[in-house]
């Protein structure tokens, strides 16, 4: 089965940075542009619905930030020059909540993430022995404690060294000052500490909400700015399964960021012609599929898990003789694609749909394409695959046709499709009332 995600390394990072198709690189400079102008305690929230891709625009962030002599596109860049400000300024640590949150302390798994980064930044500090020797007895007093045990007092006494303690020590309970003293000691006089905090709405509801009072209360530095890459949709159910059903989620993030900005699903037909390599020719199932897409709102995620399941039902519908394709013409290149996309985007509506009760998804479905400003004409090509009499509206054809197949008991010989959808796996859907 081929996957349509792209992995997140820098082969990736560089050709869709080249590429642009989702044309991201303004925002992301822009973004860059926004984190210069700021020079005090500051945290963002980089805000997206499941799928559209937050992780990736961030770590392009990173990329170029650490790249950016080398890539072509963005050395001929208008504000090359206020990229270069952003890199030279920035010290940029990237911490994935999502996997930690096994560790009971948020403040020390972020410590223990910053001090694996130190080893990078050695060259910055004019006497390294010195800053650990500053750090180093305000966390001797709770080494054992912070470890569980498993580094005694003894031991944490043989660390010459942050790298030591790095590799040492897995969690760590620090007091803001020596963490303080950290970031001052790593940055210099102009530069600041960026904080990458990634996939808190996936951690279990205890840790996210204790890193988000970590971030509000502990990391007040006025050369440290943060930004919480998330959906606050889902963070701030989070947020009420912890504290309780009444308690306002959105009001309670509201307090804790200062700005918002929010990804959406941009340039969805580029992105579905190169990633998804369909609707390049007047094919009918690959140009419903797109339409599903938009109709139904599907992220980059969903039209990649798509993609991959279509095209394990795709030989289903590959027949030795035309008579058999034409045959089930309108099953294999319409109702196949309309099955698929539900089972993705909400299991709810795939059942009302295969049972036979999708009459109203129909209708909807329909209006939406005689609404589309498309200039493919989806309308007639239903209407010549599904020939009428003078008393039947299109509607009308397409749900009794519809019917013949879902409203009886589905067999494999009814709809050949349905059992290998079957197997396929869905997604949760969930609702405003969570």
């Not at 991201?24 to 973004?31: A, D, E, V, Y």
């Given at each position: 089965?081929?996957?349509?995600?792209?992995?997140?390394?820098?082969?990736?990072?560089?050709?869709?940075i080249?590429?642009?198709?989702?044309?991201?690189?303004?925002?992301?400079?822009?973004?860059?542009?926004?984190?210069?102008?700021?020079?005090e305690?500051?945290?963002?929230?980089i805000?997206?619905?499941?799928?559209?891709?937050?992780?990736?625009?961030?770590?392009?962030?990173?990329?170029?930030?650490?790249n950016?002599?080398?890539?072509?596109?963005?050395?001929?860049?208008?504000d090359?020059?206020?990229?270069?400000?952003?890199?030279?300024?920035?010290?940029?640590?990237?911490?994935?909540?999502?996997?930690?949150?096994?560790?009971?302390?948020?403040?020390?798994?972020?410590?223990?993430?910053?001090?694996?980064?130190?080893?990078?930044?050695?060259?910055?500090?004019?006497?390294?022995?010195?800053?650990?020797?500053?750090?180093?007895?305000?966390?001797?007093?709770?080494?054992?404690?912070?470890?569980?045990?498993?580094?005694?007092?003894?031991?944490?006494?043989?660390?010459?060294?942050?790298?030591?303690?790095?590799?040492s020590?897995?969690?760590?309970?620090?007091?803001?000052?020596?963490?303080?003293?950290?970031?001052?000691?790593?940055?210099?006089?102009?530069?600041?500490?960026?904080?990458?905090?990634?996939?808190?709405?996936?951690c279990?509801?205890?840790?996210?909400?204790?890193?988000?009072?970590?971030?509000?209360?502990?990391?007040?530095?006025?050369?440290?700015?943060?930004?919480?890459?998330?959906?606050?949709?889902?963070?701030?159910?989070?947020?009420?399964?912890?504290?309780g059903?009444?308690?306002?989620?959105?009001?309670?993030?509201?307090?804790?960021y200062?700005?918002v900005?929010?990804?959406?699903?941009?340039?969805?037909?580029?992105?579905?012609?190169?990633?998804?390599?369909i609707?390049?020719?007047?094919?009918?199932?690959?140009?419903?599929?797109?339409?599903?897409?938009?109709?139904?709102?599907?992220?980059?995620?969903?039209?990649?898990?798509y993609?991959?399941?279509?095209?394990?039902?795709?030989?289903?519908?590959?027949?030795?003789?035309?008579?058999?394709?034409n045959?089930?013409?309108?099953?294999?290149?319409?109702?196949?694609?309309?099955?698929?996309?539900?089972?993705?985007?909400?299991?709810?509506n795939?059942?009302?749909?295969?049972?036979?009760?999708?009459?109203?998804?129909?209708?909807?479905?329909?209006?939406?394409?005689?609404?589309?400003?498309?200039?493919?004409?989806?309308?007639?090509?239903?209407?010549?695959?599904?020939?009428?009499?003078?008393?039947?509206?299109?509607?009308?054809?397409?749900?009794?046709?519809?019917?013949?197949?879902?409203?009886?008991?589905?067999?494999y010989?009814?709809?050949?499709?349905?059992?290998?959808?079957?197997?396929?796996?869905?997604?949760?859907?969930?609702?405003?009332?969570?």
């Open positions: 089965m081929k996957k349509y995600e792209l992995l997140i390394n820098d082969e990736n990072l560089l050709s869709t080249n590429d642009d198709l989702l044309e991201r690189n303004s925002k992301i400079i822009n973004l860059m542009k926004l984190l210069n102008n700021v020079n305690n500051f945290i963002l929230s805000d997206g619905e499941w799928g559209t891709g937050k992780t990736f625009f961030i770590k392009q962030l990173i990329y170029i930030c650490n950016h002599g080398t890539i072509d596109c963005i050395k001929t860049h208008n090359y020059a206020k990229i270069q400000e952003f890199s030279q300024k920035h010290i940029v640590v990237y911490y994935n909540a999502w996997e930690n949150d096994n560790h009971d302390n948020p403040l020390e798994s972020l410590i223990y993430n910053v001090l694996n980064e130190y080893p990078k930044y050695k060259n910055r500090i004019e006497n390294p022995g010195e800053l650990f020797g500053a750090v180093k007895p305000i966390l001797e007093n709770i080494i054992e404690k912070g470890s569980l045990g498993y580094i005694t007092k003894n031991c944490f006494e043989k660390l010459k060294s942050f790298e030591d303690l790095a590799d020590i897995v969690t760590v309970e620090e007091k803001q000052s020596s963490l303080n003293k950290l970031f001052n000691k790593i940055t210099k006089s102009d530069e600041r500490i960026l904080l990458i905090v990634d996939e808190l709405d996936r279990r509801p205890d840790y996210a909400v204790k890193l988000l009072e970590t971030l509000k209360h502990f990391y007040n530095n006025p050369k440290l700015s943060i930004i919480v890459v998330t959906n606050n949709k889902q963070l701030s159910y989070t947020i009420k399964k912890y504290y059903s009444d308690f306002d989620g959105y009001g309670y993030l509201n307090k804790i200062d700005s900005i929010t990804l959406g699903i941009d340039n969805l037909e580029n992105y579905v012609k190169k990633r998804c390599e609707i390049q020719s007047t094919n009918l199932p690959e140009n419903i599929s797109f339409e599903l897409f938009k109709y139904l709102k599907f992220s980059y995620r969903e039209c990649n898990k993609m991959s399941m279509y095209k394990i039902v795709e030989p289903y519908t590959d027949f030795k003789d035309s008579f058999n394709r045959k089930y013409l309108f099953e294999a290149d319409v109702l196949l694609p309309m099955a698929l996309a539900l089972k993705i985007k909400d299991i709810n795939y059942n009302s749909f295969i049972t036979g009760n999708g009459d109203e998804i129909i209708k909807s479905f329909l209006t939406f394409l005689e609404s589309d400003n498309d200039e493919r004409d989806y309308i007639r090509w239903l209407s010549e695959i599904l020939p009428r009499n003078e008393t039947e509206n299109l509607v009308d054809k397409f749900i009794k046709e519809y019917k013949k197949i879902f409203a009886k008991k589905t067999s010989e009814n709809f050949p499709y349905l059992e290998a959808i079957s197997m396929l796996g869905n997604s949760i859907n969930f609702s405003d009332t969570n």
